[in-house]
């Protein structure tokens, strides 16, 4: 019983570290780097002032691609610890 | 019977697929009959008669008496195909035809809308829906009463889920009437009963799996309907194939002509109903109080989406905890496809008007010139633009413009000089986007009043065949209550969409977080968390939109959940910690909440 335990303990401490980290993430794409914009349209990127890119399509990309890694990322911790769904 | 559903489920991607080919096959055939001759009228009504009829066929096809079936599709929606239904269930009437145009007027500070309806969904995938999907409620309020125990946190679920969707509701309604009204030509008020009869007939019979199959076709539609008119003008205009991919030396452009044109420098002297000329310089992001304010709507938006009871419950639908996931991102994907569009076609179009060098330029020419153009009579007949000599000189200038933000996109087509059947397609996307968006939220307040006020407060004891009525009457009275309210065109008071996000995260964004990440969160916290901070919320609104308080930082009404939500985790956290901690049956059930494997928290059918 005890070795589950901890077993469910340790797959809880990882999907709790992973979603810190997206988090972190989705906080400096979402808001973190928009206290900056003004700075950041002073640059171009592929022609776009960076500022407005990042608002009208850098973050929204950066956004998918973070739940792809995430659901990745969380799947394999989940067939670690044996918790996966059986299929 | 299980074998049946199986072929059905494998099917899809034929069904679907034969669909979108007999709907570009529909295009094909307007197109055809518009050279042949046929009216602009006779188009615009065949594009919703037909859409619509479809619409409440599938309606039709999943009619169901089984609970599981009516609140959560049977739970075999597969991840793909969920993410069209949540995108076209996300992206309402105001997003199909208002985004572009906010963006056209508000520049860099609206687009704090975009990064916050896109964002939001790292929340959702995160922290909400692979739990939620696990948890194996019904409803959201489900998930509180079940997980904190206790009529009262069911109840205030019910009531945050209630007053965030009905503000939302209304609007969606209102969006249906005024697209029917226009293509069928009739009076909005009789446009609004039309959308309504089309909205009911396809989640009344079939509950959530009628709308989901629903939602999929008009997902279909509606990202046709946005894109194939931007890909047209933007490769007839000159500006590319793929014109998301390059618009950036546009936007450079735009803000020269900004410049030469005096944007924000000349203010209007005059001012036309419900129109706006252009002041804010695209780009322009601002530094100090403008930053932050992107910064909080953007998080309000945000924070709003992981607790709008409409998106989680498509969640609830899928067959696994790993579809839910992934379905998140299959949500986000198909929600971008849209989202990255509107800001390409706010650039095109301001281009287009400012550009001097275009044959489509106004802004610097002669008013009787531009007055002589067919696009700005025909919307300005219908009040949807105005121009006004304001200095007298005979010459357009920027503050002597006026339009409707929803004329980027309405207008696209004729702007750029395309055929009628374009406009029809347009209109059709925005009925299809107001309609999926009405289904969701009308079945989200009608299934919580019947499953959790009804079924599990009032009357536990009730059949299903009661409990599923009882649930389709709701469904008829709210709709009928929505579409009241939206004919009284009382636009004024109607909030903005904003703020059913702003409920929705006052209200419940902390329960349900903490539901899952916090095991130490028991019902007292709950209950104050939702009752404080859904009032707290709701008084700030008062005050600051019509009680004359000057808003605190900068958190104005568009902003009120931040006041919200902030009281709601407080208060939760130090009752929590006051009160004595959730029993061991709780604290089961959170852990096992928290591993995809095993059967779901709550019965399969309850």
């Not at chain 2, 089961?588 to 928290?601: S, Y």
């Amino acid at each position: 019983m005890g070795a589950i335990m901890s077993d469910l303990e340790q797959h809880w401490a990882e999907t709790r570290s992973l979603t810190t980290w997206i988090l972190i993430v989705w906080f400096i794409f979402s808001m973190g780097i928009f206290f900056f914009a003004d700075s950041l349209n002073s640059m171009t990127f592929f022609g776009w002032p960076l500022g407005f890119y990042m608002a009208a399509q850098g973050s929204l990309v950066i956004f998918v691609v973070l739940i792809v890694v995430l659901n990745t990322k969380q799947e394999k911790i989940d067939e670690k610890y044996g918790v996966a769904e059986d299929e | 019977m299980e074998q049946a559903k199986k072929t059905f489920i494998e099917m899809l991607p034929k069904i679907y697929g034969m669909y979108t080919g007999g709907f570009i096959a529909f295009i094909i055939l307007m197109a055809i009959l518009e050279q042949m001759g046929l009216g602009a009228d006779t188009i615009g009504i065949l594009f919703i008669v037909f859409t619509v009829v479809v619409y409440a066929g599938i309606g039709w096809l999943s009619r169901t008496m089984q609970v599981e079936a009516y609140y959560v599709a049977g739970r075999q929606v597969p991840a793909l195909f969920n993410g069209m239904a949540t995108a076209a269930d996300w992206m309402s009437g105001a997003s199909f035809v208002a985004m572009a145009g906010g963006i056209y007027f508000g520049g860099h500070g609206y687009l704090a809308f975009l990064v916050g309806w896109t964002g939001g969904y790292v929340l959702v995938a995160s922290l909400m829906a692979p739990y939620l999907r696990k948890f194996g409620c019904y409803t959201v309020p489900d998930f509180i009463g079940t997980r904190y125990g206790g009529n009262l946190a069911r109840l205030l679920g019910v009531i945050v889920l209630v007053v965030a969707s009905f503000t939302y509701v209304t609007a969606q309604i209102n969006a249906t009437g005024t697209i029917a009204a226009r293509a069928l030509q009739i009076p909005f008020e009789v446009g609004v009963w039309f959308g309504l009869f089309g909205i009911l007939l396809c989640s009344m019979l079939g509950g959530m799996r009628a709308v989901t199959w629903t939602q999929v076709a008009q997902y279909i539609v509606l990202i046709i309907a946005y894109l194939i008119p931007v890909f047209w003008m933007s490769n007839k205009q000159g500006f590319g194939l793929i014109p998301q991919l390059v618009y950036g030396e546009a936007v450079q452009r735009v803000t020269e002509l900004e410049q030469i044109h005096q944007v924000g420098v000349l203010k209007p002297t005059e001012s036309f109903a419900g129109l706006k000329a252009l002041t804010v310089p695209f780009v322009e992001a601002g530094t100090g109080m403008s930053s932050w304010k992107f910064v909080t709507l953007a998080f309000c938006m945000m924070a709003g989406t992981a607790s709008l009871p409409h998106i989680l419950m498509r969640y609830f639908t899928t067959p696994s905890v790993k579809s839910a996931r992934r379905s998140v991102a299959w949500s986000l994907f198909f929600i971008f496809l849209l989202y990255f569009t509107a800001p390409a076609l706010a650039t095109f179009t301001k281009l287009q008007i400012l550009d001097p060098n275009l044959a489509t330029g106004i802004i610097g020419k002669s008013i009787a010139e531009v007055n002589a153009i067919d696009w700005i009579q025909k919307w300005s007949a219908v009040k949807f633009l105005a121009i006004s000599d304001s200095n007298g000189d005979g010459i357009l200038q920027i503050n002597e413009f006026f339009m409707r933000g929803d004329i980027v996109v309405l207008a696209t087509p004729e702007i750029a000089g395309l055929p009628y059947v374009i406009s029809g397609l347009v209109a059709a996307g925005g009925m299809a986007a107001a309609m999926s968006t009405a289904d969701g939220l009308l079945l989200a307040i009608a299934n919580a009043l019947s499953h959790d006020l009804y079924y599990k407060i009032i009357d536990p004891t009730a059949e299903t065949a009661k409990r599923l009525i009882a649930a389709r009457i709701l469904l008829v009275v709210l709709g009928a209550a929505g579409a009241f309210v939206a004919s009284l065109k009382l636009t004024s008071i109607l909030g903005a969409v904003a703020w059913a996000f702003d409920f929705a995260m006052s209200g419940l964004f902390f329960p349900l977080v903490l539901g899952v990440w916090w095991k130490r969160a028991n019902r007292q916290g709950a209950v104050a968390g939702m009752l404080l901070g859904f009032l707290s919320g709701t008084w700030y609104l008062y005050m600051v939109r019509w009680g004359g308080m000057e808003p605190w930082l900068g958190i104005d009404h568009l902003r009120f959940g931040i006041i919200g939500c902030a009281v709601n985790l407080v208060t939760m956290i130090v009752v929590s910690l006051a009160t004595e901690e959730p029993d061991e049956a709780t604290q089961k059930m959170v852990d096992e909440v928290r591993i995809p494997k095993g059967e779901t928290v709550l019965a399969a059918s309850h």
